[in-house]
C-alpha cells in the first residue's frame, strides 16, 4: 500500500533552516510527483510547491520561492523540503502529497505530517 | 496567479439538510477543481477530483458541479460525521492552490 512517512517535528530559531524528508514507499517513486502543503495552527492549508520524482522538475508558490527548496533522492525514494530564514510565522505542520497519478495534482496520499515550531 | 474564494467560511445546519459550499476561481480553470474534508488532527482526504468524480470510498451523499470559476460541492443530507472544514482546491497548472477553507458543524 502506498504510504508516505515523514520526518519527526523539528523545533527551530528564527533565521534558521529545517529540512523535512518524505520517504515514499508501496509505488514506484518516480512516476508521481510530490507536493508539499503546510498549514498553521488553526489556519487553512497552503500550497508550498512541487516536484516532480521523474525529472526534478519544481513549480513552487511565489511566497516561498526564495526561501524553500524542494529535491528528491530516488535511490531511498525520499523528497526534502528545505525552509530557510525561518520566522514565527512558519510555525505549521508541514505535509508532504503524491499526485494522484501523473499530471493529476490532486492528492490522495498525505504524509502524517511534521510540526515545524519557531521560536525563540 | 489564479486566486480560489470560498463561501461561507463557515456554516451550521440540521442533521438532514443539504448544505451547499461555493468555490470560486479569479480565471478560469476547466474542471482541474477538487474537493478534500479535513477533519479536526486529521490529514485531508480528497473527496471528488475534476469537478465532479466521485473519490472511491466516498459516500454518494457528496456531490461536486461546476465548470469555468465556479464550482460547489454538496452534501446531500448532513450526517453528524460530516462535521469538518472543507477546501477546494485548483489543479490546472501551478500554483495548486488551494481555497481558504469552510467549516461545517451541527446545529
Known amino acids: 500500500q502506498v504510504q508516505l512517512v515523514q520526518s519527526g517535528g523539528e523545533v527551530k530559531k528564527p533565521g534558521a533552516s529545517v529540512k523535512v524528508s518524505c520517504k515514499a514507499s508501496g509505488y514506484s517513486f518516480t512516476s508521481n510527483g510530490i507536493s508539499w502543503v503546510r498549514q498553521a495552527p488553526g489556519q487553512g492549508l497552503e500550497w508550498m510547491g512541487w516536484i516532480s520524482a521523474y525529472n526534478g522538475d519544481t513549480h513552487y508558490a511565489q511566497k516561498f520561492q526564495d526561501r524553500v527548496t524542494l529535491t528528491t533522492d530516488t535511490s531511498t525514494s525520499t523528497a526534502y523540503m528545505e525552509l530557510r530564514s525561518l520566522r514565527s510565522e512558519d510555525t505549521a505542520v508541514y505535509y508532504c502529497a503524491r499526485d494522484y497519478w501523473s499530471g493529476k495534482y490532486f492528492y490522495e496520499y498525505w504524509g502524517q505530517g511534521t510540526l515545524v515550531t519557531v521560536s525563540s | 496567479d489564479i486566486q480560489m474564494t470560498q463561501s461561507p467560511s463557515s456554516l451550521s445546519a440540521s442533521v438532514g439538510d443539504r448544505v451547499t459550499i461555493s468555490c470560486r476561481a479569479s480565471?478560469?480553470?476547466?474542471?482541474?477543481l477538487a474537493w478534500y474534508q479535513q477533519k479536526p488532527g486529521k490529514v485531508p482526504k480528497v473527496l471528488i477530483y475534476?469537478?465532479?468524480t466521485l473519490q472511491s470510498g466516498v459516500p454518494s451523499r457528496f456531490s461536486g458541479s461546476g465548470s469555468g470559476t465556479n464550482f460547489t460541492l454538496t452534501i446531500s443530507s448532513l450526517q453528524p460525521e460530516d462535521v469538518a472544514t472543507y477546501y477546494c482546491q485548483k489543479y490546472n497548472n501551478a500554483p495548486f492552490t488551494f481555497g481558504p477553507g469552510t467549516k461545517v458543524d451541527i446545529k
Open positions: 480565471q478560469a480553470i476547466v474542471n482541474y
Open positions: 475534476s469537478t465532479s
